[in-house]
């Protein structure tokens, strides 16, 4: 009989509890410094400020500072890029939206694999798209824009946060259906937008809820209509695409924390969580609804299977539209 058997078989079930007890040090290790989260926006708009709303909640909690870091560019790639670059442990997450399942079909060849190469950690909210003017505009209301750029095709500009972003998708999809033309000007982000169309650089502006409210209710932007199935309590005398003729118009700029791939299963839960308890405070709900926006909490495994379907609706619409990026 060997002897050395049973010290063997004792070392190796030493190991194998070794094993499994590291991803829980970590997760209770974690976080021990600073977590950054990158925007792929310019500061000051939507996503921007959703970041450090939620970073501030977040960190109280967790006892570390969440850094949020501005990478604006390639409607968002370059900060996906420098995610996806990053060490999976936890301390590199990003704020997403719409373009983590657009830009895999805008832009050839695919800058990124949703599926491969981030991991989804939570959803967090939505906020419906408007389509606003400059107060002091001849254009009033839907019917008046869609008649302005029936008479002088291409002649009416419309800024969006960028190419391929949801507001310009919808955009494309309602020049279709109306019938008109209108020439498009991408921003990195939706305040430069909001800025020209105050300025009269650009007739038009279609961002989200969240970024129009605090020049509409100075009386500078006038909303002419909102992509929600319903009125928004924002902008009450705001018609919806659908009362002004064209149903079928409903889009929302929805927002999402993610990292990269192969983040440990332990480090994602907690992350998951901590978002969670960060959206149910007052604090955050509060910011959101007053802007039009929606708390979404959910189960992440909600958040994989709308990302998945977002990725299938834009790669038909992008391919239909024949969008390319600038």
Not at 54 to 60: D, H, P, R, V, Y
Not at 157 to 167: A, Q, V, W
């Amino acid at each position: 009989m060997n002897t050395r058997l049973p010290g063997l078989l004792a070392l190796a079930l030493f190991a194998f509890a070794m094993l499994i007890a590291v991803p829980r040090a970590e997760a209770q290790a974690y976080p021990s410094k600073p977590i950054r989260v990158f925007v792929g926006y310019s500061a000051g708009g939507a996503v921007d400020i959703i970041a450090r709303v939620l970073g501030q909640q977040i960190s109280a909690s967790v006892g570390q500072p969440i850094v949020v870091e501005n990478k604006p560019g390639a409607n968002t790639n370059i900060a996906m890029r420098a995610l996806i670059e990053s060490p999976p442990d936890g301390y590199t997450l990003m704020l997403t939206a719409n373009a983590l399942a657009a830009n895999p079909t805008l832009y050839q060849p695919p800058p990124f694999d949703p599926a491969r190469d981030v991991t989804l950690v939570s959803l967090v909210g939505r906020v419906p798209v408007v389509l606003a003017v400059n107060a002091q505009s001849d254009i009033g209301s839907l019917a008046q824009l869609v008649a302005a750029a029936k008479a002088k095709p291409g002649t009416i500009t419309f800024g969006t946060p960028g190419n391929g972003s949801t507001p310009h998708l919808a955009v494309e999809l309602f020049e279709r259906a109306a019938g008109i033309s209108l020439t498009h000007v991408p921003y990195k982000g939706g305040s430069q937008a909001i800025t020209d169309t105050l300025s009269g650089q650009i007739q038009v502006v279609a961002v989200n809820a969240l970024e129009v409210l605090p020049q509409a209710k100075a009386g500078r932007l006038r909303v002419v209509a909102v992509m929600s199935p319903g009125r928004s309590p924002l902008f009450p005398d705001a018609p919806t695409i659908a009362e002004s003729g064209h149903p079928g118009f409903e889009a929302a700029v929805w927002y999402g924390v993610i990292g990269p791939a192969n983040l440990p299963p332990a480090i994602v839960a907690l992350l998951h969580d901590e978002v969670q308890k960060a959206l149910r405070t007052p604090e955050v709900r509060e910011r959101l609804t007053s802007a039009g926006g929606e708390v979404l909490p959910a189960a992440r495994e909600q958040f994989v299977a709308m990302v998945g379907a977002e990725r299938a609706r834009y790669e038909k619409l992008i391919r239909e539209a024949g969008i390319k990026p600038d």
